[in-house]
């Protein structure tokens, strides 16, 4: 199985970029793994927030091919601890899937086809994070779930 981990949006912060590629270097030891940034939109001042989420809605579902099992990172989605998401990688990889996607999104949320086109939702929490925050937290716990599966120290 491939993890792929699509983020709306480069982090713009050093600390960021170097957190994120810090875990995304990480990750291809247990797994198959890319990390792809999908291009933030340019003047969106313009654009209602609908208009803004459909712009971003065609860009999303153009990153998605077919066979992709695609999991949003959604506010409204299911929250996991973090060895209970190990355990959601693991089903994944037993249920022979070739790849899961995980997307995360731009300032607010995804459009409506990009929510039917999705095979589920997750949160990483009820609080609300910076973009750049949810990339380092989501690659962290990729990378933390797979130790997990591994049953490597780094969880405790």
Same mark, same amino acid.
């Given at each position: 199985? =491939?993890?792929?981990? &699509?983020?709306?949006?480069?982090?713009?912060?050093? !600390?960021?970029?170097?957190?994120? =590629?810090?875990?995304?270097?990480?990750?291809?030891?247990? +797994?198959?793994?890319?990390?792809? +940034?999908?291009?933030?939109?340019?003047?969106?001042?313009?654009?209602?927030? =609908?208009?803004? @989420?459909?712009?971003?809605?065609? @860009?999303?579902?153009?990153?998605? &091919?077919?066979?992709?099992?695609? +999991?949003?990172?959604?506010?409204?989605?299911?929250?996991?601890?973090? /060895?209970?998401?190990?355990?959601?990688?693991?089903?994944?990889?037993?249920? *022979?899937? @070739?790849?899961?996607?995980?997307? *995360?999104?731009? /300032?607010?949320?995804? *459009?409506?086809?990009? %929510?039917?086109?999705?095979?589920?939702?997750?949160? #990483? *929490? @009820?609080?609300? !994070?910076?973009?750049?925050? $949810?990339? $380092? !937290?989501?690659? =962290?716990?990729? %990378?933390?779930?797979?130790?997990? #599966?591994?049953?490597? /120290?780094?969880?405790?």
């Amino acid at each position: 199985m =491939e993890i792929i981990y &699509r983020a709306f949006a480069r982090p713009d912060d050093a !600390f960021f970029v170097d957190a994120c =590629e810090k875990y995304a270097q990480k990750i291809p030891h247990y +797994i198959k793994f890319k990390y792809e +940034i999908i291009d933030a939109l340019k003047n969106t001042k313009s654009l209602s927030v =609908e208009q803004q @989420k459909q712009k971003e809605g065609e @860009k999303i579902l153009k990153s998605i &091919r077919p066979g992709d099992y695609v +999991i949003l990172l959604d506010e409204n989605g299911k929250t996991y601890t973090s /060895p209970q998401f190990a355990t959601f990688i693991q089903k994944q990889m037993n249920a *022979s899937l @070739k790849k899961i996607v995980f997307i *995360s999104g731009g /300032p607010y949320g995804f *459009s409506k086809d990009v %929510y039917a086109t999705a095979n589920g939702k997750i949160s #990483l *929490s @009820k609080m609300t !994070f910076s973009h750049q925050m $949810v990339q $380092v !937290f989501f690659l =962290e716990q990729i %990378y933390r779930a797979m130790t997990i #599966l591994k049953g490597e /120290p780094y969880h405790h």
